[in-house]
């Protein structure tokens, strides 16, 4: 399939066969494209929590869509989902952070010599400079960086034939709490339910709908 094949394919799923699981070395490869995302300048300010037997996802769906909230609709799809994964945001882009992506990427071959490391480690203090300063704040550009992600992830997984769900309708409030998120400087954004639609999924078969092309570009 070409790219807008995928694209094309790619649909919200709404209601997910509990009976079907994603194989080890397929999630493995989603795995693969989260951590291999692209990021500003690199910074790679994520973190994601897997919640992949029946136990954590329960735990999962009871933070993130409690019964009586306005999110407990969520909750069988988390449940239901072979996989339901918390896609999370750093909130601050520490020095000792920085430091250490400096050193991965310098252990992993990335410079060529002494001064292409300090002048990169330059341009992105620059760039989280800017973004710290900004009226947005840090945060909020560590958050666009994991949507980022989530766009990535979600065509990955059209293209392996794996179905998909982001959602942002979650309580924040309680996946804080039962993650321990803010301790760990982290805020969450969305989860991400993987697996496969059953056939009672009524938006399987319904056409996608896009504003036209004409709409949407101009060619300069």
């Known amino acids: 399939m070409t790219p807008a094949d995928v694209a094309a394919k790619r649909y919200a799923t709404k209601v997910f066969d509990p009976t079907q699981r994603i194989s080890d070395d397929d999630f493995a ?17 994520w973190h994601f929590f897997v919640a992949a037997d029946d136990d954590a996802k329960t735990r999962l769906a009871a933070a993130a869509a409690p019964v009586g ?14 996989h339901s994964v918390v896609f ?3 909130q601050t882009l520490s020095d000792d952070y920085l430091h250490h992506l400096s050193g991965v990427e310098q252990a992993d071959g990335r410079y060529k010599s002494p001064q292409a490391r300090s002048n990169y480690q330059n341009t992105r203090l620059q760039f989280v400079t800017i ?4 009226p947005r704040g840090l945060a909020d550009w560590c958050a666009r960086q994991v949507y980022l992600n ?5 065509m990955a997984a059209a293209q392996m034939g794996i179905d998909a769900l982001p959602m942002e309708g979650i309580d924040t409030d309680g996946l ?15 989860i991400i339910c993987f697996g496969y639609a059953a056939q009672e999924d009524f938006n399987a078969d319904l056409p996608k709908s896009r504003l036209p092309m004409g709409e949407l570009f101009t060619h300069l």
Do not use: F
């Open 69 to 82: 909230s306005i999110y407990a609709y969520n909750a069988p799809k988390i449940l239901a989902a072979s």
């Open 131 to 134: 973004n710290r300063e900004d």
């Open 88 to 90: 999370s945001a750093q």
């Open 150 to 154: 989530i766009g990535a992830s979600l």
């Open 29 to 45: 490869q989603l795995m693969a494209v989260m951590r291999l995302a692209p990021s500003s300048v690199n910074t790679q300010p």
């Open 176 to 190: 804080n709490k039962t993650l321990n998120l803010n301790n760990q400087g982290l805020q969450p954004l969305a």
